[in-house]
């Protein structure tokens, strides 16, 4: 498959350009490590060819506990593991092109209908769009009638929403252009404006709204959903201002992001990935994600991602390689068309 080509040469591309567009802002710049393009466009590759597997296979990983990605009864009320549409959408990003037979399996095993919460109706937009399905117009086989995912969102109450199902709502809507409801509940603007004023006094966000809960996790989730909304609000960019500089205070020495629990902290991953993401939303902070940029910091958050990347492909310390290997490969492909001047949300 011509894939593995395209990624490499993509990987390359990207690197080239990120060289000539955003130079180093090093703390420490004798010590400093980056990820070089080499080993960018090898780790890319482990991670890329491991999720073509899992789709292939059906499976969330190929060692230790592994369950079927797509399944009613394994998820009666979603028909998917947990994490699927980064999955999906991080193939896409890297140039994985979908079959017409992954594309109707893909359909068919979502579990969709009127009990279907506001976070589960954002996630299959997101992964219908991702495979090349109208969410608008979703066909399952069999069924007699199509399905508006995206008039059933704008139809959910995102009064009571935490912060995350807000911001996976928005950054759903912004994948196509859509057309809301007359009735709906909210609209872009207003959802904007709910994320907004749950900015914590710190400049992060946290998944129950308390200080001492903010967490990079929940707080690239807004400030990537923020960056979506296009919106020009002076309140809208300055929250993406603050939650940017949360991010970049809140690196480890090595990198990495991640939370703390009980005075313990835990980088992963996973929560590197959503911050690289978030900082791949605007042009002034891509930068950042191949840099050192903050006292006694040592290594850039990309390499730091990266390390997590095992040479089978599968990502070290994940749930699940599903979230695990999806939004690392998300990441990557946030990165690499953010410095083609482009949003791996735009999704065409």
Known sequence: MK????????????????????????????GAKTASSSYQASKAKASYSYAKKMLAKNRTGFSGKTSYIFSKKAYPTTGAVYGYSDFLLGLKGLGYKFTNAQRTK????LVLNRKSTAADL????????????????LHQTGAKTNLNLVSALYHRSMAK????VQSQALIA??????????NAKFSKASLSNAIVKNQLSNNGWA????????????????????????STSSAVTSAITKGQSYLKDAVYPNGAFGYAYKGKTFPNANSTAEA??????????VKLVNSVFKSGQTTSPMRAMLSYVRSTGSIKGAATQTLGVGQVNLANAAYRQALAHRSVYSIK
């Open 276 to 285: 690289i993401i978030a900082f791949s939303t605007k042009q002034k902070t």
């Open 122 to 137: 954002a996630t299959a937009i997101i992964a219908t769009r991702a495979v090349g399905l109208n969410p608008q117009k």
């Open 207 to 230: 998944y129950n709204n308390q200080t001492a809960s903010a967490d990079s996790d929940t707080t690239a989730m807004a400030v990537t959903a923020l960056a979506r909304s296009k």
């Open 173 to 182: 809507l912004s994948t196509g252009s859509y057309q809301r409801p007359s």
């Open 3 to 30: 894939s593995i080509k395209k990624l490499i040469t993509l990987s390359m591309t990207g690197l080239l350009l990120a060289g000539a567009a955003a130079p180093l802002t090093n703390v420490h710049a004798a």
């Open 106 to 109: 893909i359909a068919d095993s």
């Open 161 to 164: 929403q935490t912060v995350n």
